[in-house]
């Protein structure tokens, strides 16, 4: 396990820090799938006492990101390809309709903040950190999302998102999809720009389509299969 660093939050409780530690470690990868969790182990890191571990794990086993397995304890949940599926059959329904809206809702002020999320994620993708890319990512796509102008849309989407960020993490980590995720971005924009529903909406759901197709060949060697 990597060092990990607690950032203290005056306006939160301690145990709240905790959990938005463990569940960022988990969700980018710093914890990997099948590390156990030992309470004693993570006080020491985090310099706090059991306690607030012992809740943030309660916590993210709610969230369906630790589980609980006999004899062995708390362990970050794996990445299976069902969850996969499930996750991404929905968000990529979603994603589909919100290009569709946000083609004939855009802003001028949103086309503007969509060009430079788009620049954004081009030079993130120079960096070859990560994080710095999947946050460039959900940016993006966080614009289109709004602009789609449609709250119970965003409230679904929102509570894919922790999910999603874990997913859209694997994917990200494969340098070779970079300049793919690159060109989608960009037709995604210029499709936004023009009007054209239908090349947005199959563009996006080939932008989902390919990221679940990466992540589950990585699964597979990671298993050896």
């Known amino acids: 396990m990597q060092d990990l660093q607690v950032k203290m939050d005056e306006f939160l409780p301690l145990r709240d820090v905790v959990f938005n530690t463990l569940r960022q470690a988990i969700l980018t990868g ?12 993570l006080a020491d890191r985090l310099g706090v006492s059991r306690t607030p ?26 990445i299976t390809e069902k969850s996969l599926r499930d996750v991404l059959e929905v968000r990529r329904t979603l994603d589909a309709l919100s290009v569709e809206l946000a083609c004939d809702r855009i802003t ?20 070859r950190d990560p994080k710095k890319i999947a946050e460039a990512d959900v940016a993006f796509h966080d614009i289109i999302v709004k602009a789609a102008g449609n709250v119970r849309l965003t ?24 300049e793919q995720l690159i060109a989608e971005h ?25 990221q679940e197709n990466s992540i589950i060949k990585q699964l597979y060697k990671d298993q050896g299969k």
Do not use: W
């Open 30 to 41: 710093e914890l990997e799938p099948g590390e156990r969790l030992m309470e004693v182990h």
């Open 53 to 78: 571990i012992r809740e943030a794990i309660r916590k993210l086993e709610l969230e369906g990101l630790v589980l609980m397995i006999p004899r062995r304890g708390a362990v970050v949940a794996e």
């Open 108 to 127: 001028d002020q949103e086309k503007e903040e969509l060009v430079k999320a788009c620049d954004a994620f081009e030079k993130a993708t120079a960096t």
């Open 155 to 178: 409230q679904l989407i929102n509570n894919l998102s922790e999910q999603m960020y874990r997913y859209r993490f694997e994917y990200i980590k494969d340098e070779s999809t970079h």
């Open 186 to 210: 960009r037709i995604l924009l210029d499709c936004i720009q023009n009007k054209d529903k239908e090349t947005a909406a199959k563009t996006a759901k080939l932008h989902i389509d390919n």
